[in-house]
Nanobody
């Protein structure tokens, strides 16, 4: 499975960005997709994920730090996952990584597949 992320960039505090990640290759059986991020000098941390619990139904998981500001969505037919980021703060500055797994993308998990990362910079 290959994951290609795009949509990062530079934005002022309070602004918005939308990240997208497309999965290709052997995507059958990928039930969970999501995002992690890593800020300079910090460990990688979980941001959000969507896990298919049955056909057409998903469990959403958002870290408390982004609830109310970020929204995650999936298009299963296109094997994509999107992260709409609103009301961005300087502390959201990080490299954002798309991740996919056969079971679950969660804070404590190590997903099977990772994208290359896309930089998000929020200026104050």
């Amino acid at each position: 499975v290959q994951l290609q992320a795009c949509g990062g960039g530079l934005v002022q505090a309070g602004g918005s960005l939308r990240l997208s990640c497309a999965a290709s290759g052997r995507t059958f059986g990928i039930y969970s997709m999501g995002w992690f991020r890593q800020a300079p000098g910090k460990e990688r941390e979980f941001v959000a994920s969507m896990t298919e619990i049955e056909s057409g139904r998903y469990h959403e998981y958002l870290d408390d730090s982004v609830k109310g500001r970020f929204t995650i969505s999936r298009d299963n037919a296109k094997n994509t996952v999107n992260l709409q980021m609103n009301s961005l703060k300087p502390e959201d500055t990080a490299v954002y990584y798309c991740a996919a797994d056969r079971v679950a993308v969660e804070p404590s998990s190590t997903p099977d597949h990772w994208g290359q990362g896309t930089q998000v910079t929020v200026s104050s």
